[in-house]
């Protein structure tokens, strides 16, 4: 018998959220009996591309966590640099001192925009990255003396972080949920740039692309042009949307409409950015330079939590010229030991020429999923660049009808690959809009090989057939 008819019935929080959870949502899973929080093994080790959890056999990582780890688990190089740099000084207030690993992380940093990008904050999580971008949005017009911009354009099944103001520039439904009415209402939302549910009949990738600006330019208009300060997007959408890349042409129309109205855009690459798509910034493909750029997850692989927002030219410029500083701040800003472990990182991505590998690989994932799951019944799309893949979940292929929610298909996929087939995955519910939906992610590290990319196909494939059966 397949999974999906021995589930049991869900909780009544999660038929009334009209949604549901996905591997970052432990709201509304945690609260069942046989939930993934009760499931979770003890976790006792990990090491290269394996999980060593204590109820059994190692579990092969497909998704180093929420696409995290990516040159996998246990790397002696990179542990000795976070060690020596603990034993020379573990800590010190960035209003005190500067530090050597934060310059050199800075300079490198900025080097790999090719002076693109000129500052640097460094942080510790992708939410504190998002919220100090749109703050310094808003600090800039407030120094160019344009204080009316107080507004921010938005997607819908789009996912910045989970503080306030992040979560408000949010279009997670389901993650919104508990919280809409304290979300702040300066966020107007636009619809995401997701061709498989949103593409006309015979429409051309310019006539979407149109289609889309159009949609911006309107909401431009409605607001007043002048009240905006800045558009936030991912440029390939992760966790919200299951690695649904930007349209050819979309990133580089929206920031011209940016730039007609004298707004910023802001590229959220804390999840596709950082070398999970192929080039180390996720805006070299389309060499569409944004004003505010958020970067974290692959930046230290998880051996520290990292993140940075980067501040472009244009915003660099006016704070140098008026001696500028961003009114912001945070205990663990520039934090010595996660800048030291993350140039580590860095450069191990770089010597070892790992993200070519990422192309090459990518190309192998992406061609051994369509071959094992492309004609699937329930396949309705798989999408994705690099090492970022997303499968997304259909009761209809024809119709694209997904699945009622409640149901939690992603989930059992997840739970059914981690549990039966030892492959770790990552799930999420909202692809299709209005919280419905469901995607599985495969984002294995960079330096994967080409044996392991067909264990993990061949695993989750397994698993969806599982469920499925
Ligand atoms: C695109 C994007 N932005 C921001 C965040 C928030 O990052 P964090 O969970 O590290 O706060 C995430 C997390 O998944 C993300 O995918």
């Known amino acids: 018998m397949g ?11 999660i038929l009334e959220y009209k949604g549901g959870a996905d591997s970052s ?28 959890p204590v109820d059994g056999k190692k579990v092969l990582d497909g998704c180093g966590g929420a696409g995290v780890a990516c040159i996998g688990h246990g790397r002696q190089d990179v542990i000795k640099v976070a060690m020596a740099q603990m034993k020379a000084f573990s800590y010190v207030s960035y209003a005190h001192f500067k530090t050597a690993p934060v310059q050199a992380l800075s300079d490198w940093l900025i080097a790999s925009t090719r002076g693109r990008m000129q500052k640097v904050y460094i942080m510790c999580s992708g939410s504190e990255a998002v919220e100090a971008a749109l703050k ?10 344009e204080p009316q911009r107080v507004n921010f354009i938005t997607r819908w099944e789009s996912y910045h972080g989970t503080t306030i103001g992040s ?65 936030i997007l991912e440029p390939t959408v992760g966790a919200a949307l ?12 929206m920031k011209l409409v940016c730039e007609r109205h004298g707004a910023l855009m802001i590229f ?44 472009g030219e244009t915003i660099a410029e006016v704070m140098r010229q008026d001696e500028k500083a961003f009114t912001h701040g945070h205990t663990y800003q520039n934090h010595p030991v ?53 499968i997304e979940f259909v009761k209809d292929r024809k119709t694209k009808e997904p699945f009622d929610p409640a149901l939690q298909i992603s989930h059992q996929i997840f739970r059914v690959a981690l549990k039966d087939f030892r492959v770790l995955v990552y799930h999420g519910q909202g692809c299709a809009g209005g919280g419905r939906g469901d995607h599985i992610m495969v984002m294995p590290a960079y330096n994967i090989t080409g044996r392991l990319v067909e264990e993990i196909v061949e695993r989750v494939a397994s698993a969806v057939e599982e469920v499925f059966r």
């Open 136 to 145: 310094m949005s808003r600090e800039y017009f407030v120094w160019k003396g």
């Open 3 to 13: 999974h999906l008819l021995s589930r049991p019935s869900p909780h009544p929080a």
């Open 338 to 390: 996660v800048a030291a472990t993350a140039l580590k990182v860095q450069q191990i991505i770089q010597d070892e020429k790992l993200l070519s590998n990422v192309r090459t690989q990518g190309r192998l994932l992406e061609r051994l999923l369509e071959e094992r799951l492309g004609s699937h019944p329930n396949v309705g799309n798989i999408r994705g660049r690099g090492l970022f893949w997303g």
């Open 242 to 253: 299951g690695c649904v890349p930007a349209v050819p042409g979309y990133l580089s129309a």
């Open 167 to 231: 979560l408000s520039a949010s279009g997670h439904v389901v993650r919104r949920g508990p919280f809409e009415p304290m979300l702040l209402s300066q966020f107007h939302r636009i619809s995401s740039c997701n061709p498989y549910r949103q593409r006309l009949e015979g429409e051309s990738d310019a006539e979407f692309v149109a289609r889309k600006i159009q949609e911006l330019e309107d909401t431009f208009q409605r607001l007043g042009p002048t009240t905006v300060a800045a558009v």
């Open 25 to 52: 949502t432990e709201t509304l899973a945690d609260k069942r009996p046989g939930s993934t929080i009760d499931e979770l093994s003890l976790l006792t080790r990990a090491k290269g591309h394996y999980w060593y």
């Open 268 to 311: 959220d690459e804390v999840m596709c950015g950082m070398g999970r798509t192929g080039t180390l910034h996720a805006w070299e493909q389309e060499q569409t330079v944004p004003d505010l750029q958020t970067i974290a997850k692959g930046f230290s692989g998880g051996y520290q939590p990292a993140s940075a927002l980067l501040v």
